[in-house]
């Protein structure tokens, strides 16, 4: 009782001004992660109010610091569940800031120190698994922090941890599921995770490079971090796929850690995840990178030691080890590294029965297995090799301006403007991006034309997603070559000026990549469906060829060439008698990482009437 | 003009449909396996839900600048060997690899080369056929007791 008394009175003792100065403070801001809101009223993003110990906590910060002070005012000792235990970092750094009033002895937060200790976080970097176009939710890729428990940058990842943000998806309704995931329906909770697991999720099951950037953060500022991370698992954010994702709320982890950096400010409509990479590096905080490679980059990697003969014999024996190691006829050494291979290709055509831990897969590799053991060499599988340029920290900014002029036969110049949300074409500076594949969200462009002496303003087209996914074959794996557009574009400009059609368009074939992906060559089928009023019965559909060619000269230019042929398009009486012929010839230079000028040419035949639209831009990336 | 919705409908759904059999972004493997924990705590520090009471090996770390006791543990032999037990037999049957490495942390193995070698040379001592994983994680703590200049 005396010592609820004595509480009670000390916390009347601090001043109201102080603890009024402190609720505002950046500091506690970030903590419980109060961000405005359009009416300039603060709100936490948290949605969990397990994340609040006022009822009112969620918006109002002063209430929820007082009551705070007061429930930590009130137990010395406190156990689970206690504000204390509950909110480490809050209590140690209010503690802090009154000038230590309270003695507070953690050690009865049991929970929270088998937490600490499983960890064991000394240095923290952050992971980039790579793009994904096969899984949509990861086609842009994802982040999560690795908790490093040794201070040497040498030591092993295998015991680190992994800190992930994710939605906890239960929904089986795809539509449910795509409408949810983009507007807050799921739950993101963060979960600390043993980083092998990640490593298998992500590197030997998705076939997915992991970039890893160590962060330059003292000791204690990991410390800190590993504290606040504990104080997320009481609460959950509602999930947005384009903005608070697992990248946003990574970095509202490090605006605790250090609130100067505001690096979440950066970020209101979307984040991208390989552009909070190339954030951090701009603002200095990563010190060194290094990849890690998934299961079929090893493989390509080992290949490149064995001549094609050898490398036959591997897939042989990666294809059925007890029938073909018989094969083998090398010196031990040479054997040993055609095994190295078969494990590797075995792995990587197996990965989904792997995964699941199916046993007649299991067994089927033992022979592989056995052989290898018995042969003496041991391997010496160096690290990958670390090509800078690659880098995701060293890509281009994702949004996008485009100012453009040019002329059009028959309808005169224009004028124009483009603006892309994200992310990467064919022909953006190559450096840290995908080198065969376009990911777009988001681009929309209009026109400004004279026409018959009157200035009009026209729309141009829109993409709401471009998906282009050109991996090339070789000698492990035939991918397929796909493409998805959806959006809306100005076909006949001259028939109509300004009709909009919506469009929908798909592809599906081949391609073959050489020379460090510098060369692109794929051959694709190609279908599209329009909606427009002035077709018959309002619609079209086309099918037939499609090429794209790209060439880069060298990491400043490159140009592509994309050409395709509809056997058929609106009049389906006539088939085959009007197609529609369209081919885009485009070359890019690129000034610096954020500037660039290009030119493009394109042709349009349809009903043997054809149109020529010819432009030059410029493009502003940031 | 409904034929397109159609189109654009199936479209969506076998993206996301594919989507779903892979739980949102990222959240993959390591809620797949712990699914069902309910406390909290215990999902976030999924490793722990997996195999505690079997091997569990101690090592020490310098206590500077740092809160925690120690010793303390940093996973136990059986969690990492079930976790990592694809990688864990292709590193055994080459003698070399990270998870080899990692394992030898696990031991507190102070020269991971030789564990590695020594490993290699039993092979077929850890993987017998049909084994589970805890005689696997046996057979390796065997040659652990062996190989390396460990407590056990």
């Known amino acids: 009782m005396l010592q609820l008394l004595i509480a009670v009175l000390s916390f009347s003792v601090l001043a109201s001004s102080d603890v009024e100065k402190l609720s505002q403070s950046q500091k506690w801001h970030n903590l419980l992660h109060y961000k405005k809101t359009l009416f300039g009223s603060l709100e936490s993003q948290a949605d969990g109010m397990d994340f609040f110990l006022h009822p009112e906590g969620k918006t109002n910060p002063r209430a929820e610091l007082e009551e705070l002070i007061n429930q930590i005012s009130q137990k010395r000792y406190p156990k689970d569940g206690d504000a204390a235990c509950k909110f480490p970092l809050r209590s140690k750094w209010v503690n802090k800031e009154l000038g230590y009033p309270y003695k507070i002895d953690y050690s009865g937060c049991k929970t929270y120190f088998e937490f600490f200790q499983k960890v064991a976080a000394r240095r923290a970097s952050i992971v980039f698994s790579s793009y994904y176009l096969g899984n949509p939710n990861s086609a842009f890729g994802h982040t999560l922090l690795r908790l490093s428990r040794y201070q040497d940058t040498s030591e092993t990842e295998m015991l680190d941890y992994g800190i992930n943000f994710a939605a906890e998806a239960r929904e089986v309704n795809p539509f449910l599921y795509a409408v949810k995931g983009l507007f807050g329906g799921f739950e993101g909770r963060f979960a600390a995770i043993p980083y092998y697991y990640k490593i298998r999720e992500y590197a030997n099951y998705e076939f997915r490079d992991l970039w890893s950037y160590e962060l330059d953060l003292t000791f204690a500022e990991v410390l800190e971090a590993v504290d606040h991370i504990w104080e997320l698992g009481h609460t959950y954010f509602d999930y947005y796929y384009f903005h608070e994702n697992c990248s946003y709320h990574l970095l509202s982890v490090l605006d605790v850690v250090r609130p100067g950096l505001n690096l979440t400010s950066h970020y209101n409509v979307y984040t991208i995840p390989a552009d909070t990479i190339r954030i951090l590096d701009q603002h200095g905080l990563i010190t060194s990178s290094k990849r890690r490679e998934s299961t079929y980059s090893m493989l390509q990697r080992l290949s490149e030691g064995l001549s094609h003969e050898e490398l036959k014999i591997a897939k042989l024996i990666a294809n059925d080890p007890a029938k073909n190691l018989k094969r083998l006829k090398y010196d031990s050494k040479k054997n040993a590294s055609i095994l190295d291979v078969s494990i590797e290709a075995f792995d990587y055509f197996n990965a989904e029965k792997i995964l699941v831990d199916d046993k007649e897969t299991k067994n089927k590799k033992e022979p592989l297995l056995i052989a290898r053991a018995r042969n003496k060499e041991i391997s010496n599988i160096k690290e990958p090799p670390l090509f800078l340029r690659d880098s995701p920290a060293k890509s281009h900014a994702p949004t996008r301006h485009q100012f453009f002029g040019g002329h059009q036969n028959k309808l005169g110049g224009f004028l124009g403007y483009e603006w892309r949300a994200a992310l990467h074409d064919l022909l953006d500076p190559p450096a840290g991006s995908l080198k065969s594949a376009q990911l777009e969200m988001f681009k929309g462009s209009f026109l400004y034309q004279e026409l018959e002496g009157k200035s009009k303003v026209a729309f141009d087209r829109f993409s709401f997603l471009t998906l282009k996914n050109y991996p090339g074959q070789n000698f492990w794996s035939t991918p397929v070559s796909w493409e998805v557009e959806v959006g809306a574009k100005n076909r006949f400009r001259r028939a109509c000026f300004d009709c909009p059609e919506v469009s929908i368009n798909g592809s599906m074939g081949s391609s073959v990549v050489l020379d460090s992906e510098r060369v692109l060559m794929s051959f694709l089928i190609n279908a599209e469906g329009n909606a427009q009023n002035y077709y018959q019965d309002g619609y079209r559909l086309g099918i037939g060829p499609k090429i794209v060619m790209r060439y880069l000269f060298d990491e400043k230019w490159g140009v592509s060439l994309s050409s395709y042929y509809h056997f058929n398009t609106y009049r389906f009486s006539e088939v085959g008698r009007d197609g529609l012929a369209f081919s885009e010839f485009e070359g890019r230079y690129h000034l610096n990482t954020s500037v660039s000028l290009g030119g493009k040419f394109n042709h349009q035949m349809l009903d043997k009437e054809s149109n020529n639209r010819f432009q030059l831009s410029m493009m502003v990336y940031y | ?152």
């Not at chain 2, 034929?3 to 739980?23: E, W």
């Not at chain 2, 215990?42 to 839900?49: D, H, P, Y």
């Not at chain 2, 292709?90 to 394992?103: H, M, S, Y």
Request: hydrophobic share 40%.
């Open chain 2, 1 to 152: 003009m409904k034929k397109l919705f159609i189109v654009l409908a199936v479209a969506l759904m076998s993206t996301s449909s594919f989507a779903a059999k892979y739980g949102a972004a990222g959240c993959g493997l390591g809620s797949m396996v712990f699914e069902g924990d309910q406390t909290w705590w215990k999902q976030v520090l999924a490793g722990t839900t997996n195999g505690t009471g079997f091997q569990s090996v101690a090592i020490t770390i310098g206590t500077s600048n740092c809160d925690a006791p120690t010793p303390f543990k940093v996973t136990s032999a059986h969690a990492y060997v079930e976790a990592n037990k694809v990688a864990l037999a292709n590193d055994i049957a080459r003698g070399d690899g990270e998870t080899i490495v990692g394992l030898s942390k696990v031991y507190g193995c102070e020269n991971a080369q030789n564990f590695g070698k020594d490993l290699k040379a039993n092979y077929s001592s850890i993987f017998t056929q049909d084994a589970t994983t805890l005689e696997v994680t046996n057979n390796i703590s065997n040659v652990a007791a062996s190989s390396c200049n460990t407590r056990i």
